[in-house]
């Protein structure tokens, strides 16, 4: 009997990866990557050798067969994800689920996820949270907000620099315009910024703005 190993990949910075994710990106039989192209620039960074293998939302529920065969036959596979934890808002729930139900060893290594540096830097309370991740982008988007208005610890969302203005108007709309919120982009990364204010104000610096890079943005709770 093989294992999955869920590997963490850097956010932004290549530096960012730990000793222990390249010693197993170097030792298992095979890597499970999102996008096989930017693992592909990550290992060649570290001068790491290994196959890679396509598994992303498009064909994981195909993939997932034949990788639980591999699994079982002996090999030990890593899975990591364009950016940062795999299964966090990225392909990796529905196999690791599959391996459980097949009595397969899961491992997960310990590094990167956008949302906690942009949480601890936000300035709003981190010791009670809820991530609530992309939202629908049609059926269901309202009720999702909706349902967080009387939510009492502080939220984390991630969004597209191309609907970063919708979000927050629906959010000022929903939870009012002075409820305090950050907004955090391109984490780790050489434009790294983080903006704080109320969501009105928020709202109002982007609205004119073209931003680029994964959005974080956090948004306290009501008092």
Known sequence: MGK??????????LG???FRALEMLSAVDGILAEDTRKTGILLKHYK????????HQHNEHTRINSIT???IAGETLALVSDAGTPGISDPGFLL????????????SLPGAVAFIPALVSSGLPCDRFCFEGFLP???GRKKRIDDLTQEKRTMIFYESPFRLTRILKELADAF???????????????YEETLRGSLKELLHHYQNKKVKGEIVVVVSGKE
């Open 48 to 55: 790491i050798s290994n196959r890679l293998l396509p598994y």
């Open 176 to 190: 009012g315009a002075e409820r305090q919120a950050s907004v955090s982009r391109e984490i780790t990364k050489i």
């Open 69 to 71: 065969s591999r699994l």
């Open 137 to 139: 982008q049609r059926k």
């Open 96 to 107: 690791v689920r599959e391996c459980i139900k097949m009595e397969i060893p899961v491992e």
């Open 16 to 18: 960012d990866i730990s």
């Open 4 to 13: 999955l190993i869920l590997v963490p990949t850097p956010i932004g910075n």
